[in-house]
């Protein structure tokens, strides 16, 4: 199976800044087949990005995703209070389980 | 507005059958580009991904749940479900159904795009 694991764990940081959240796969995924979530407490995952790079509709283009093989990366450029959440990397393609890594927390400094 | 609602017990007693049911409502179940989903999560854990369904009946299961997993599609009634037997504390969690796109050239799935909202499903005597 694929591990995804994501880093870092949290991250602490204050509305404007930046935000860098990143997901590594034990073994080499299509971008195709990488995708994010956004989870806020108590609701269901949002998508955010798909194809490692494409923004979902509706998401807001402070939004980025890249990356590739092994290495994949969600960028938020300038945080806005409503995206304090946490955030999942999931891949998918060809051979199941599809598995998410455990989620990166981003909170409010 | 493609919509997804999980129903069933919220309580299971140790050693029996979880059983849960998503309705789609605003798109079919008999759709060829999609392929339906259950996704559960621990409280404080992360996501893990049971097993998903075709309308076609057509399954794949997590091989950590695969000997206690069933999945099945209601075309009639635009609903699937799950099955999860022999249940344990281990077991209680948010159940999550959702909608993942399926690109029937390539036989891969993409991303899920809908979710259902959770079911809290906690196994206890």
């Known amino acids: 199976d694929i591990v995804l694991t994501q880093s870092p764990g949290t991250l602490s940081l204050s509305p404007g800044e930046r935000a860098t959240l990143s997901c590594r796969a034990s073994q080499s995924v299509s971008s195709s087949y990488l995708a994010w979530y956004q989870q806020k407490l108590g609701q269901a995952p949002r998508l955010l990005i798909y194809g490692a790079s494409s923004r979902a509709t509706g998401i807001p283009d402070r939004f980025s995703g890249s990356g590739s093989e092994t290495d994949f990366t969600l960028t938020i450029s300038r945080l806005e209070p409503e995206d304090f959440a946490v955030y999942s990397c999931q891949h998918y393609g060809a051979s199941p389980p599809y598995t998410f890594g455990q989620g990166t927390k981003l909170e409010i400094k | 507005q493609v919509q997804l609602q999980e129903s069933g017990p919220g309580l299971v007693k140790p050693s029996e059958t979880l059983s849960l049911t998503c309705t789609v409502s605003?798109?079919?179940?008999?759709?060829?580009?999609?392929?339906w989903n259950w996704i559960r999560q621990p409280p404080g854990k992360g996501l893990e991904w049971i097993g998903h369904i075709f309308y076609s009946g057509s399954t794949n299961y997590n091989p950590s749940l695969k000997s206690r997993v069933t999945m099945s599609v209601d075309t009639s009634k635009n609903q699937f479900s799950l099955k999860l037997d022999s249940v344990t504390a281990a077991d209680t969690a948010v159940y999550y159904c959702a909608r993942t796109i399926y690109d029937i050239l390539t036989g891969y799935t993409y991303y899920s795009d809908y979710w259902g909202q959770g079911t809290l499903v906690t196994v206890s005597s």
């Open positions: 605003g798109g079919s179940v008999t759709s060829g580009f999609y392929y």
